[in-house]
C-alpha cells in the first residue's frame, strides 16, 4: 500500500519536476540517519530479531532517501521501487513465502508495505493500509522510531498469528536483520 509520509504534497499541488529532482538528487542514506541515529536504528535491528524469534516469518525494513539524481526523470512508482527492492532483498526467497518489506522513500513522501504470497493471501489489502497509515501519522509526528517499531510490532503479530512457531522445530533466520539505508 503506497502511503504518504511526512511532508507530502499538498493533494491538487504536486511538486515542481524541479523540486522532486533536487529532493531525489539531495536525500540520501544521511538524511535517513538524521532522523533515526545509530542507536534507533540498534534498537529497530533489534525489534526485528526479537519479532522474527516468535514466528516463523522474515521482516525487511528498508528506507531509502532519494533515487538519486538520474531518477525523477524516469518513469518510476513508489511501488515499483519497492517490488525492485522486495526483490534484491530476496524478501520474495523465503521457504514460506513469507516475507514482509516495510519501506520509505523519502524523496517522494512515500511508504509500501509488500508481504509475499504466503502471508498477502492470508492478511486483508485493509490491514496493510491500516498499517502504512498509522506509519505514516506517526512519521508526520516525528516519531519515527516508534512509528517504525509499532510497525514492526504490527507486522510481527500477523506473523504470529499465520506462522507460529513450531513446538520442537528450530527456525531459521533467511534474511538479514539490519535495516536497509540506502
Not at 516468535?54 to 528506507?63: A, Q, V, W
Not at 514460506?96 to 519501506?103: C, F
Request: hydrophobic share 45%; proline share 9%.
Amino acid at each position: 500500500m503506497t502511503q504518504p509520509v511526512p511532508s507530502d504534497p499538498t493533494p491538487g499541488n504536486p511538486p515542481s519536476a524541479l523540486a522532486r529532482w533536487w529532493g531525489h538528487a539531495w536525500l540520501d542514506a544521511r538524511s535517513v540517519q538524521r532522523r533515526l541515529p545509530p542507536e534507533a536504528l540498534k534498537r529497530l535491528e533489534a525489534a526485528v530479531r526479537d519479532s522474527e524469534s516468535r514466528h516463523r516469518g522474515e521482516l525487511r525494513l528498508c528506507i531509502e532517501g532519494g533515487l538519486g539524481p538520474m531518477w525523477p526523470g524516469r518513469p518510476v512508482s513508489t511501488r515499483a521501487r519497492a517490488i525492485e527492492l522486495f526483490s534484491l532483498l530476496r524478501v520474495w526467497d523465503t521457504a514460506q513465502n513469507n516475507g514482509v518489506l516495510i519501506y520509505l522513500l523519502l524523496a517522494e513522501h512515500r511508504i509500501e508495505v509488500l508481504a509475499d504470497r504466503g502471508l498477502a493471501d492470508k492478511v486483508p489489502p485493509e490491514t496493510w493500509t491500516a498499517l502504512a497509515d498509522s506509519l505514516g501519522d506517526a512519521l508526520r509526528q516525528g516519531r519515527w522510531e516508534a512509528g517504525l517499531m509499532q510497525a514492526v510490532d504490527a507486522v510481527g503479530d500477523l506473523l504470529r498469528t499465520h506462522y507460529p512457531v513450531l513446538p520442537g522445530v528450530a527456525d531459521v533466520n533467511e534474511l538479514p536483520d539490519a535495516i536497509v539505508l540506502l
